[in-house]
């Protein structure tokens, strides 16, 4: 009974005093400094996220979840058309046969994010994924900040992969391929291409992701399944047309070349976003997981694993079909097996990579929405985008809202508009995860000292310094001495955390191996990555953060605010109601047992 009062509770619509009256809001605006500090340094707690947050969304979200759902999520999110796409780019023009080593470094640097967010997913299993983890350990204002930016490349990127399904599928048809699109001669040329069937795709996966969780999963794994036996037919296929000798020059581009495939990789093509976001999607759906503490490593870890394998595998069969001066750039397969006879299996090669690419947006759709469900359980965007439906257990709103904005970017942009729109976000929310970390580890509220938190903020300023060091000094210099110092530094802050500030939290299921060094690196990593991104990603994000500030100054910080003072209250309330029931209790059980003795007395 309770738990239904709290329900209907929280279903009620929730009147936000700052925006009662036009007064009030004025007197709101005039207090915009001491509420922005507030909600700047203020942190949520877990039993917040995990309780009074979930409520706003009226129905629970169905735990059908498992491990294996979980991988087949994590599998599809990440394995899409990008391997077919940019593969040949990089070996043909950066990189050659060493094209599997950079797959490996940019496996790893995507593990040690997979890692951090995994202790985060255990222990806080909600829909929020990386926004929950950020309002709690470095407050509402930062989680907001890269939580909205997130949601901006979940629509760019969505709309990227979307495009291409229309260009492989008039490729599988045996078609040019622009032959679907329809030119609109009187918009700008860069929005002129319409794409009805990347809308139509999207209405399509919008009805999965609606209609059920679990048959979405359903729908995935099957896809993803169908899709690596695809690769597994490239693989086999491709290697039975090996050539060792195409493998002679393994470093024709130099050392530095092994890293710029990271680099293009992430500027490359919106699709590429998904390589290393993918992820993230995947960990809104804790809340989803019957056992998170057991499913979640074992689906995040075994996924990217599983994935990073795939992309090594398949780099080098491409590399060992054709010298690396005669990989096409742009259907680095296709051609390949072409040149050794095979042309027929340019129509598989096709046809996996529309597999892939259905599965991206799938995993993208449920995640997204679950992710956008949790910013409006905070009262940071309009409340009836937490709505979770009855039946379906599904936030259809949000699902609508996403896809529906992403059907909208899809239809109108053409695909080397939406590459120039990545992707500082990505790698700036993966830091923000790590240094959550460290914080949670580190700076427990009521048991970190405060000459231990003057130690830390130490030690976190010259990781973030040296990092930031290292990719100014990438972007400016293809010199390696600097790095004689900036390593060091690194390394004294991580080392310094290690020894000097003692750990105040340790995981209560799951935890992170090697703290603090293992979320240092990713830190260290991410931000190094950064140098590699050009000025209009950087402009872009100074654009888009400046319209995010905007709406928070004048609507989300107040909302955020009033919400947090009226759970305040409640909870003082709720503590009064608990001392004042003991008090009744306590002297009755007293009197009672007087009376009792007095009756015992007298018989005697």
């Known amino acids: 009974m309770e738990g239904n009062d709290d329900n209907r509770r929280y279903s009620q619509a929730v009147t936000l005093e700052s925006f009662q009256s036009l007064s009030k809001y004025k007197r709101a605006l005039l207090a915009t400094p001491w509420r922005l500090v507030d909600r700047m340094t203020g942190r949520s707690m877990e039993e917040v996220e995990l309780v009074e947050v979930k409520r706003r969304s009226h129905h629970e979200m169905k735990k059908t979840l498992t491990w294996w759902d979980l991988i087949w999520f994590g599998m599809g999110s990440v394995i899409g058309s990008g391997i077919f796409v940019l593969t040949g780019f990089e070996v043909r023009n950066h990189v050659g046969p060493a094209v599997v080593l950079s797959y490996v470094i940019s496996g790893v640097s995507a593990m040690l994010s997979v890692f951090c967010y995994t202790e985060f997913a255990v222990e806080i299993p909600v829909a929020g994924g990386s926004f929950a983890y950020l309002r709690v350990e470095l407050g509402d204002f930062v989680a907001y900040i890269a939580s909205g930016n997130i949601l901006l490349e979940y629509v760019v990127g969505g709309a990227a992969v979307a495009r291409s399904w229309t260009s492989y599928f008039a490729t599988l048809c045996n078609q040019d391929p622009d032959k679907f699109l329809i030119h609109a001669h009187h918009l700008s040329a860069d929005y002129s291409h319409l794409d009805p069937i990347a809308v139509a795709v999207l209405f399509i996966i919008g009805l999965f992701a609606i209609s059920s969780t679990k048959g979405s999963s359903r729908f995935n794994y099957l896809a993803s399944i169908l899709h690596l036996l695809v690769l597994l037919f490239i693989i086999v296929a491709g290697l039975t047309k090996a050539n060792a000798a195409n493998y002679s020059s393994f470093l024709p581009f130099g050392s530095r070349g092994i890293f710029q495939l990271i680099h293009s990789y992430l500027q490359a093509a919106a699709v590429l976003f998904f390589a290393y976001v993918g992820f993230d999607a995947v960990s809104t759906m804790a809340e989803e997981t019957k056992n998170p503490g057991r499913d979640i490593p074992l689906g995040l870890i075994g996924s990217m694993t599983c994935t990073t394998l795939v992309y090594c595998m398949l780099s080098v069969t491409l590399c060992l079909m054709q010298r690396f001066s005669e990989v096409d750039e742009n259907a680095a397969f296709s051609v390949a097996f072409e040149a050794v006879g095979m042309s027929w299996a340019k129509y598989i090669v096709a046809f996996g990579a529309l597999k892939g690419m259905t599965s991206v947006l799938l995993v993208g759709a449920v995640g997204q929405a679950r992710y956008l469900t949790h910013i409006a359980r905070t009262q940071l965007l309009p409340p009836w985008l937490a709505k979770v439906n009855e039946r379906t257990g599904t936030p259809i709103n949000a699902t609508v809202v996403m896809l529906g904005a992403t059907a909208i970017v899809a239809f109108f942009t053409k695909l080397d508009v939406l590459a120039n729109l990545l992707s500082i976000s990505t790698l700036f929310l993966f830091s923000l995860v790590a240094l959550a970390l460290l914080v949670r580890r580190y700076c427990a509220r009521g048991v970190a000292t405060q000459a231990n938190i003057v130690k830390f903020v130490l030690c976190i300023a010259l990781i973030l310094g040296s990092s ?48 603090p060094f293992l979320p240092s690196a990713s830190i260290g990593i991410n931000v190094f990555l950064l140098g590699s991104l050009d000025k209009a990603s950087f402009r872009r994000f100074g654009f888009w953060t400046a319209i995010l500030l905007v709406y928070y100054l004048f609507v989300g910080l107040h909302s955020s605010y009033d919400m947090a003072q009226m759970l305040k209250k409640e909870r003082v309330e709720s503590l009064t109601e608990s001392k004042l029931d003991e008090e009744n209790v306590v ?14 007395n007298l018989n005697n």
Not at 489 to 502: E, F, H, K, N, R
Not at 504 to 514: C, D, E, S
Not at 588 to 600: A, F, P, Q, R, V
């Open 468 to 515: 930031v060091a290292s990719a100014v000094y990438w972007a400016n210099t293809t010199k390696w001495v600097g790095y004689i110092i900036i390593v060091p530094l690194w390394l004294m802050g991580t080392v310094g955390i290690w020894l000097l500030v003692p750990m105040t939290k340790k995981p209560k299921v799951w935890g992170v191996p090697l703290v």
């Open 587 to 600: 002297p009755s059980l007293t009197e009672s047992g007087t009376k009792n003795e007095d009756h015992h």
